[in-house]
């Protein structure tokens, strides 16, 4: 009975090789596969980021230097009614100064393409400075371009400074709501001497010259400074007054309160003469220059200008510009 037991263990199977390499291979291949997912993945983004650096770069580039994609030659343009835009006060920046309305007049007139001109306006008037300046270019141009027409087109509001532009042009269309006129002349500011009495402050100003202090907020106005402003806001408004007779002609039906300051609707400013006719852009293109296509000759305010306003760079000047404008004429 001994003699049958063995006691050898049996032999054991031989390992799958075949099915271990296989497991191993799968990982490998999973991983790689995996990581060049994750390569292209990384590379698509990266791509993408980059295009959009790109497109900004682009962006911004093409604001700081105002670059124009329709271009200004006629050949492209073809016949058309050139634009320009005047919003807001008139003063020596914004679209409505003269640094920046007259670029845009010489290139709408100077393009071959143009068969008229037209100045879209909504301002409450400014300074008779930078009205004067756009008035004489408009004057001008008009001689020098006799075949092209200027047109005014008011939207809400063409009162003072900018009425005196307007009527330098050859008609000037309203709506029967707009507001037309205030042909006067204002000087304005504040005087604090009663305040600085009650609160016990004593005004400290020294000048050379006897007049240097003149309109001074923290001192007395005095009668001799007093008539010398009346006698420039005088001058002036004659001035403005000239440019109105020069321009309306005998389109112009005067009244006593005419040049008084006051302003009309457009509906009355039509009976008066101060205005032509209704019309809009639109209509003004189409029925009286027979040229619907319209084309924007506004110089527009660049990147740069944009930023350093943003971001208050121009305080200093405009606090100079407050104090000076305090005792400047204006058309408003």
């Known amino acids: 009975m001994s003699d049958n037991l063995d006691p050898t263990p049996p032999p054991q199977p031989a390992k799958p090789v075949a099915a271990a390499s296989n497991w191993e291979r799968e990982v490998l291949e999973k991983l790689v596969f995996a990581t060049l997912k994750e390569q292209k993945a990384s590379r698509r983004w990266s791509i993408f980021f980059k ?14 230097f105002d670059f124009s994609w329709t271009g200004s030659d006629s050949e492209t343009l073809g016949r058309h009614t050139a634009l320009i835009e ?9 679209s409505g100064s003269a640094g920046v309305v007259i670029p845009a007049l010489n290139k709408a007139f100077s393009d071959s393409g143009s068969v008229a001109v037209v100045l879209h306006i909504n301002s409450p008037g400014g300074s008779p400075v930078q009205a004067g300046m756009i008035v004489d270019e408009m004057v001008r141009l008009r001689k020098g371009y006799p075949g092209k027409p ?25 709506n029967k709501a707009s507001i037309i006129g205030s042909i006067g002349v204002l000087m304005d500011g504040f005087g604090f001497t009663g305040a600085m009495e009650k609160l016990g402050v004593e005004r400290r100003l020294l000048t050379a010259g006897e007049n240097k202090g003149f309109m001074d907020p923290f001192s007395p106005v005095t009668e001799k400074h007093k008539q ?4 420039m806001l005088n001058e002036i408004h004659q001035q403005f007054i000239q440019v109105v007779r020069t321009g309306r002609g005998k389109r112009l039906k005067e009244t006593p309160e005419m040049f008084s300051g006051l302003f009309w609707t457009g509906a009355r400013s039509i009976d008066l003469g101060l205005a032509d006719a209704y019309g809009s852009v639109d209509s003004v293109a189409r029925d009286v220059i027979k040229a619907e296509d319209i084309v924007d000759y506004t110089q527009h305010e660049g990147l740069q200008e944009r930023v350093l306003k943003k971001f208050g760079a121009a305080m200093g000047a405009g606090a100079m510009k407050s104090a000076v404008d305090s005792v400047r004429p204006s058309l408003r």
Do not use: P
């Open 51 to 64: 295009a959009m650096t790109l497109l900004v770069i682009v962006f911004a580039l093409s604001v700081y």
């Open 86 to 94: 005047v919003e807001g006060a008139i003063e020596s920046e914004g």
């Open 150 to 174: 200027l047109y005014v087109v008011v939207d809400e509001i063409c009162a003072s400074g900018c009425y005196y532009i307007a009527a330098g042009a050859d008609r000037i269309y309203v």
């Open 228 to 231: 010398h402003a009346q006698e």
